[in-house]
């Protein structure tokens, strides 16, 4: 049973995942694993593409562009506003698309995103016309601010990229999808296994991007198989409405003879 289809920007998928085109072994690997994990959004970093030789870099489009998927291009390695912005109109134009993963990063150690470059690029692209997904911290009021200025989609991190840490503040990513019913929330970065991902979408959170956890693998194309059947689980359960936690005992057989107010409570 497939989990319910979802819209991005006016765009229905059916898929939940959303994969990363880095750090794989080999070109066969990374696109093997692609289609085991039935995505059909694919981020791509025009700085990493641009940067490879004439030849291999085509090889790369040729193949992309057979998977027949949405692209989703980022900025990935921007320290600054002008960088990102100018990163992002590039890849518009050869990517074709307004679709723009933003990435601000404000330090070299973990990663972590710059909530004031972020604001400040998020306000400039959404006035040039992108569509944007920006990758953002689990703070609420720099989510609530992003929102405030046109953001259809939050990307919010469960850890530092390529950590595989899993979701490290659970409380705040429920917090974000309680204080923003209406948003579409994805978790990206720090998913490190496919009971990561459960957790993520058990809480209301339509997607995940990813990449390492699957690209790291040792056998990357069985472990997109597993995050794809993972990610539609977690959703389903999601629909189907989790039973809540309790403080006591509740038998699902009652016993005869047992007063009432024990069986109930």
Known sequence: MKASDWQ?????????????????PSPKVMIDAIKASQAEVITVS????????KQSGDQFWQMIEQLNCHLLPNTAGCYSVKEAVNTAHMARELFDTDW?????????????PDPFALVEATKILIEDGFKV???CTDDLVLC???????????????????????????????????????MTLLVDAGIGKPSDAV????????????????????????????????????????????????DNAKPSTPTLDQPIWQQHA
């Not at 991005?8 to 794989?24: E, H, K, M, N, W």
């Not at 025009?46 to 030789?53: H, I, M, P, V």
């Not at 993520?200 to 040792?218: H, K, P, R, S, V």
Request: with cysteine; charged share 20%.
């Open 199 to 246: 957790q993520a979408l058990e809480l209301g959170y339509d997607g995940i991007l990813l990449n390492t956890a699957i690209a790291e693998a040792l056998e990357p194309e069985t472990m997109a198989h597993a995050f794809a059947d993972a990610i539609n689980a977690g959703r389903l359960a999601y629909e189907a409405g989790v039973m809540p936690k309790r």
């Open 8 to 24: 991005v920007y006016g765009q229905t998928l059916s898929s939940r995942l959303f994969i990363g085109t880095a750090l794989y």
């Open 133 to 135: 997904f920006p990758y």
């Open 100 to 112: 723009v993963k933003l990435e601000v990063l404000g330090d070299s150690y973990n990663l972590q």
């Open 144 to 182: 609530q601010k992003l929102a405030e200025l046109g953001c259809e989609v939050l990307m919010p991190w469960g850890a530092p990229i390529g950590t595989g840490q899993g979701l490290l503040n659970p409380y705040a990513l429920k917090t974000l999808r309680e204080r923003l019913p209406e």
């Open 46 to 53: 025009l700085r990493r593409q641009t940067s490879a030789d």
